[in-house]
């Protein structure tokens, strides 16, 4: 079983849709929760990272952290075509360090116009 | 402030070469760490160096090696290549627990 699992997607969705992208982990001792945002032929660009369960929002993007259940969820509200990129949830913490982040195989997403 | 910056972005090498890659973190940040990116096994962690120290290891083989210089700046090294090693090997700089990542350089060994 992987540290992390993430559906890969494809996910389709109109644009305006509101989009959930999601996370579980296996790991307690994960404490920080990291949100990318990948273009083709790119490296991975942050957009979000939380430490405590909870709500985190940034304009249209919302992070989600439910440490009791091990899930962590994006929300993406009025999802535009330049959304439209691969996302990966990443953490990091605990046994594994500070420094060796864990991703999920990333989920691709497509906005159609 | 400018990003994390890797040269070259793309190279061309064939099975038994070696291969160097750089990257040159923030500035201020003292963390730089590597990563394996493939559409079959997604980011792996390679490698992370901190002052010049490598702080912590992935589970890859002794073939590929790193070095930070006192500037921060960093190198990875890949000997005896594999066509497996095919991929595009992204750097990352950290002040704290969050990082950065480059635009990576895309390997591709025939």
């Known amino acids: 079983q992987k540290e992390v699992e993430q559906d890969p997607g494809p996910l389709s969705v109109p644009e305006g849709a509101i989009v959930s992208l999601n996370c579980t982990y296996s790991?307690?001792?994960?404490?920080?929760f990291m949100w990318y945002r990948q273009y083709s032929r790119k490296g991975p660009e942050l957009l979000m990272y939380?430490?405590?369960?909870g709500n985190k929002e940034d304009g249209r993007f919302t992070a989600q952290v439910d440490k009791s259940s091990k899930y962590i969820s994006l929300f993406i509200r009025d999802s535009q075509p330049s959304d439209s990129a691969t996302y990966l949830c990443?953490?990091?913490?605990?046994?594994?360090?500070?420094?060796?982040?864990?991703f999920g195989t990333g989920t691709r997403l497509l906005v159609s116009p | 402030k400018a990003g994390v910056t890797q040269t070259p972005r793309y190279l061309i090498k064939t099975r038994g070469q070696q291969v160097t890659l750089s990257c040159s973190p923030i500035?201020?940040?003292?963390?730089v760490s590597w990563y394996q990116q493939t559409p079959g096994q997604g980011l792996q962690f390679l490698f992370e160096?901190?002052?010049?120290?490598?702080?912590n290891k992935g589970n890859f083989p002794g073939r590929f090696s790193g070095r930070q210089f006192s500037n921060s700046r960093s190198e990875m090294n890949v000997s005896t290549l594999e066509l497996g090693d095919s991929a595009l090997y992204l750097c990352?700089?950290?002040?704290?627990?969050?990082?950065?990542f480059g635009p990576g350089t895309r390997l591709l060994v025939l």
């Open positions: 790991n307690s001792a994960f404490q920080y």
């Open positions: 990352a700089s950290s002040l704290e627990e969050v990082q950065y």
């Open positions: 990443a953490m990091v913490g605990g046994n594994t360090g500070f420094q060796k982040l864990v």
């Open positions: 500035s201020g940040h003292r963390s």
């Open positions: 939380t430490y405590s369960s």
């Open positions: 160096y901190f002052s010049e120290t490598q702080r």
